[in-house]
DNA sequence: CCTTCGGTTGGGAACGTTCCCATTCTCTGC
DNA sequence: GCAGAGAATGGGAACGTTCCCAACCGAAGG
């Protein structure tokens, strides 16, 4: 039981009394049957509780409908993370709309990264979504020259040429060093994501934009780089302190790096936003949770996982297509902490 | 340029001078080879750069490599509950270093449902994991019917049929009430899950089990359900408090709902834990994160996901063995809520 | 010297689809 | 009434692999 013969699309064919053909022109929705040879091959079907093989109509079509998504998990792990959870999501809405599969890579060393490549070059997928794009990473070329269809959820640099989406992390920054200056602050300390990331770079800059907008010159002591984890945010913290035990505010690139700034500045018995003002970056509920509760910028995140999952189907559907780059807006959200 | 013809068991068996057969022996590791032809296989192999289509493999193996982990998203969002990252990690663990696919399925409704239901039968997968199951959830059902292999993380009931593995849910909800009675507390309420989930019941029970323990009859006035979502905590912590005024200490059977009760608790003017004691469950980061940081019941999630892997793998691999059932243990982190 | 046996080898068939093409049938227009 | 167009149909081939089985080879044994 349970394990009997499935019905092919010759079993069907049989019970409808047509050909395989006319079967397979009906499950594609081919214009050219009759309503007649239609219903027929229809009522089989039900009948049959017939289901296509779709490793067998991959073979043939050389199109699995199936999507990889690779997640670093070396940096920043999946779930400490929100971020990667928020892109799943959005990825997986519009997939499922479409029918398409979504296989889950988690990359946690270069040796599974050769892995990854084998798997895309076994035609296990028909395209690539990678998330968290550093500058020299070497997936996103050896994808390009493979041929397969890949989009980015950020990008390499601002000359990216794949296909990408982001949120306006420039703007972002800016948003929340002027929220700072506007609450009165003069010494702003920033700690900044890895260097080797367009989005800490765009972040940063937008910082020091918004510095020399109000005629402050951005202070090589007030610059703190981190790894994006809360570790990395309590030692950035830390390092600041040393540097510049005068800072009044502080914005980090990301909420799980200021839960850790925060951890810090809280051991150091500096009150949060009284002494040192918190501003983070995703409006996680980290945010929400975080005590005070976080002033955050946020980026919409579910949006980036669905419009790259759009973008690639568009991208696969039609390879020849010029690449399209899509940035979206951020917003901050004002809470407790600044 | 990318997108050339890549070569074939057949190009590969003209360029080593051998018969297609001796090819596929090389790759799948036979022993019926001799070293001389093995060599000029390998050779071939490397200069053509070829790798195995899959899918080709697929059709007469009867085997995807590829596997499906099943997530709800109806009741808790993917992210909002770091449960089921952690068990992303550990599943992807296991499955990567046998070179196993993982297709990830958000299911939010029953039209998504009926879909998931037509991809297992597509035989795009060759077993299934399912995380949070519902007592009366028709899906494990489905699966065993179809004959397919299925591995659940956490159980329908006591008496589970299918392979499963899962946390010591009713010792754990024991040591968080012994644990508070031992705090002193004596109106100890608890915030329980769906009372169709066998976690939620048996964690309600070890709570109970505690209290009965101490001589304390469990009143139903101290007892609320909600849907392990922090709206769900805050809901059930204020119903609670107008029950039962003169709580003070709450078992909350995830983190996601404490956090929940801290918030409604705080905007009632409670302290914690001084006026009321809390104990969450999963030891997630937001029981670090939470002010104050939140005593909880930690459960090995990273390696109930491993182990749900592992089973789903031996199944696969011996259809008729027994099904395995496994429970992991849990431990009380004690933090400052209590 | 012939048989047998174990170690190698490769061709044919099969897996379940889709696509190409040839065939049949029906209508339209002159 | 007949050619031609177009719709509907189905058989053959192909997709790239694995498995079955027959065939070959050299050595061992009678």
């Known amino acids: 039981m349970g394990a009997q013969q499935r019905p092919t699309i010759k079993t069907v064919a049989a019970r409808a009394g047509v ?8 499950i594609n929705g081919s214009p050219l049957v009759s309503d007649e040879a239609r219903d027929a091959v229809l009522a089989a079907i039900a009948e049959l509780k017939y289901v296509p093989n779709s490793v067998a109509r991959g073979l043939v079509t050389r199109r699995t409908n199936s999507v990889a998504l690779v997640i670093p998990e070396s940096e920043s792990r999946l779930g400490a993370e929100p971020y990667f959870s928020a892109v799943i999501r959005g990825v997986s809405t ?9 296989q889950l890579v988690l990359v946690r060393d270069s040796g599974e990264r050769d892995q990854l490549t084998d798997c895309v070059a076994e035609r296990r997928v028909d395209g690539v979504l990678l998330v968290s794009v550093h500058e020299d990473d070497p997936l996103p070329g050896i994808l390009e020259h ?25 703007g972002g920054g800016r ?32 910082w020091k934009d918004a510095l020399e907008e109000a005629g402050i010159e951005p202070d090589e002591r007030l610059i703190a780089t981190a790894d994006f984890t809360e570790e990395g945010g309590m030692l950035a913290m ?10 009044d505010a502080v914005f980090a690139a990301s909420d799980v790096m200021a839960a850790g700034a925060m951890l810090e500045l809280r051991r150091q ?13 995703d409006d996680s509920y980290i945010a929400r ?10 980026q919409p995140v ?27 807006p951020t917003e901050l959200i004002v809470r407790d902490s600044s």
């Open 302 to 328: 579910e949006e980036i996982g669905a419009t790259i999952a759009r973008l690639l189907l568009d991208e696969i559907a039609d390879p020849g297509a010029p690449r399209q780059h899509i940035t979206l």
């Open 289 to 298: 949770y975080a005590y005070p509760s976080l002033t955050s910028v946020s």
């Open 175 to 206: 948003e929340a060093g002027r929220h700072l200056i506007s609450r009165g602050r003069t010494a702003i300390a920033t700690i900044s994501g890895p260097l080797d990331m367009d989005v800490s770079r765009s972040r940063l800059q937008g």
């Open 146 to 170: 493979l041929g397969l269809p890949t989009v980015l959820a950020g990008r390499r640099s601002p000359a990216e040429s794949l296909s990408h989406a982001c949120s306006d992390n420039l």
């Open 238 to 247: 830390r390092s600041l302190l040393e540097r510049a035990p005068d800072l």
């Open 94 to 102: 519009v997939l499922t709309a479409t029918r398409t599969q979504l």
């Open 19 to 26: 050909g395989r053909t006319t079967v397979s022109r009906v």
């Open 269 to 281: 018995g500096r009150r949060v936003p009284e002494d040192v003002a918190v501003v983070g970056f």
